[in-house]
């Protein structure tokens, strides 16, 4: 099948360096702005397990689709008024969850990023400008701006689309790991192989393992970062009330004990793969496989 210019048009986008210093000055903004960690940690979602950006933005998304249904039938023009600034409000924190995700991405995802973040404030600015116009009772032209604001949101929609599903902006990078590994216990490594205290790589078959050794004691998870594939194993090891692994790329923190994340932005846990130590030889099994 023949690709859409749309889509060629996007592949331009990706690569248009460009766009690089807004991309950075964004960045900046948004770690100047959002300064506590928990605060980062609630915005890129690791409570809720997934980002909370697309959570957010069915609020404005669904106000604005119903008025612009409620604008080409005709319908009640107090509820349209409603409808558009209940979207106007819920764009706030959404742009903010938004641009703390954009702000840990690769350059080619801050790229598209950028001109989908300038569609939906293109779209918030029409639809501001419409509930001015519907205000001072001049529908017409409130209706023309609030349609054109849609098309913008549609716009965005459409790139946000292009961020998560070939760009894989905010998916699980480990979701496979359970599908590629045996249910059983499988051999891994000798126990006097593994360097005391150092985060090590070993492979288990083709999936990529991240160990730690602590006397007789061997902590295992996947080593592909849940966020966006950093490598574990070239991380930060802290010590705390559980040792924990930061991954070297954009700073997810996770638990070595159980996988779970501490810090984002990964909101995803790791796979952890339960360890034994059976005639100086470590063995590995990840619960759930196959």
């Known amino acids: 099948m023949k690709r859409l210019p749309l889509l060629k048009m996007i592949d331009r986008v990706e690569n248009a360096r460009a766009l690089d210093p807004l991309a950075q000055g964004i960045r900046a903004a948004i770690d100047k702005l959002v300064r506590p960690q928990a605060l ?10 997934h980002p909370l950006h697309p959570l957010l933005v069915q609020v404005p998304i669904g106000a604005w689709t119903s008025a612009a249904a ?12 409603l409808l558009v600034a209940l979207g106007i409000a819920g764009a706030l924190p959404s742009a903010l969850a938004g641009y703390t995700d954009f702000s840990r991405l690769h350059q080619q995802q801050m790229r598209v990023g ?16 419409s509930l001015v116009q519907r205000r ?47 249910p059983d216990w499988q051999p891994l490594a000798e126990l006097e192989e593994l360097t005391e205290g150092k985060l090590e790589s070993r492979m288990l078959g083709e999936v990529p393992l991240v160990v730690l050794r602590r006397g007789e004691k061997v902590s295992v998870l996947a080593d592909v970062c849940s966020h966006l594939s950093g490598p ?5 090891l802290t010590d705390g009330a559980s040792a924990c692994v930061v991954c070297p790329w954009h700073g ?15 909101t995803a846990a790791q796979p952890r793969f339960d360890a034994r130590v059976r005639d100086g030889r ?6 759930g496989a196959g």
């Open 114 to 129: 950028v001109v989908h973040s300038s569609a939906n404030v293109v779209a918030t600015i029409l639809y501001t400008a």
């Open 40 to 49: 980062r940690d609630v915005l890129n979602g690791v409570p809720i397990g």
């Open 136 to 182: 001072r009772g001049r529908e017409g032209s409130g209706r023309l701006l609030g349609f054109a604001g849609y098309t913008a949101v549609m716009v965005g929609g459409y790139l946000g689309g292009h961020l998560s599903y070939r760009q894989a902006a905010g998916v699980n990078h480990t979701e496979d790991v359970p599908h590629r590994v045996s």
């Open 70 to 81: 409620l604008d080409a039938v005709g319908g009640n023009r107090r509820a349209a008024r």
């Open 232 to 236: 574990l194993h070239e991380g930060t």
């Open 252 to 266: 997810s923190t996770f638990s070595l004990e159980t996988g779970e994340v501490v810090h984002g932005p990964a």
């Open 282 to 287: 470590v063995e590995v099994c990840l619960p």
